[in-house]
């Protein structure tokens, strides 16, 4: 079955405690991206990857790094997690290019409470 | 990518056709419509998308305008599942990156009701 796959779903940290989020794909996609949802701001792109080792800013990449040593693996790292990073994160994936095999297929969610 | 605009909540009996309208005045030529919803707070499904023709599938159906300004989602027979927020999205199709992005407005809640 063609899943993007997050870990942990839920999470409550301390502010300063250095914590990743992964996020796996089986559908050998190029593309791999983060989000965060909050309320009243809506889905907004935090980090995104063409392909291994090719990675780039989104909208609001402040506190977060990425990194895609492997195809399949999108990790999000939050180095010193702040109280504003609670926050509802999604993991998203999608071949590259034109047409409808570029559809991006979102992970379920992981939900991070900062402390 | 175009702005889109979508009422925020509507209503419709379970079993009776949603219909989901869609405004994308300054979309352009190379700009698709895309749809997708979430359930809660799950991640976004995809639906559907189109580029200037109708198009059908399992779960829904797309109807754009000629002038492609506008689309209306359509969910043949809408069950309590099918609650949740809708969102239409115009995206362009690009070879970088960038053409990957998703931009989320703030979708039209559906509600089904017995």
């Known amino acids: 079955e063609a899943q993007v796959t997050q870990n942990p779903r839920y999470l409550i940290t301390v502010t300063g405690k250095k914590l990743t989020v992964t996020c796996s794909q089986n559908m050998n996609h190029e593309y791999m991206s983060w989000y965060r949802q909050d309320p009243g701001l809506g889905l907004r792109q935090i980090y995104y990857?063409?392909?291994?080792?090719?990675?780039d800013k989104g909208d609001v990449p402040e506190g977060y790094k990425v990194s895609r040593k492997e195809k399949r693996n999108f990790p999000l790292i939050l180095e010193s997690p702040s109280p504003n990073q609670t926050s509802l994160y999604f993991c998203a994936s999608s071949f590259v290019g034109q047409g409808a095999g570029n559809t991006i297929y979102f992970g379920e969610g992981s939900w991070l409470t900062v402390v | 990518d175009a702005k889109t605009t979508q009422p925020p909540s509507m209503d419709c009996a379970e079993g009776r056709a949603a219909n989901l309208p869609c405004n994308h005045s300054t979309i352009s030529g190379n700009e698709y419509v895309y749809w997708y919803r979430q359930i809660h707070s799950q991640g976004p499904q995809y639906i559907i998308h189109?580029?200037?023709n109708n198009e059908t599938n399992e779960m829904a159906s797309l109807i754009i305008t000629e002038d492609r300004k506008s689309s209306t989602l359509i969910l043949p027979h809408a069950t309590l599942r099918d609650t949740a927020v809708y969102y239409c999205i115009v995206r362009v199709m690009l070879l970088t990156g960038g053409g990957n992005k998703l931009t989320f407005g703030t979708g039209t809640q559906l509600k089904v009701e017995l």
């Open positions: 990857s063409m392909n291994v080792e090719v990675t």
């Open positions: 189109g580029l200037k």
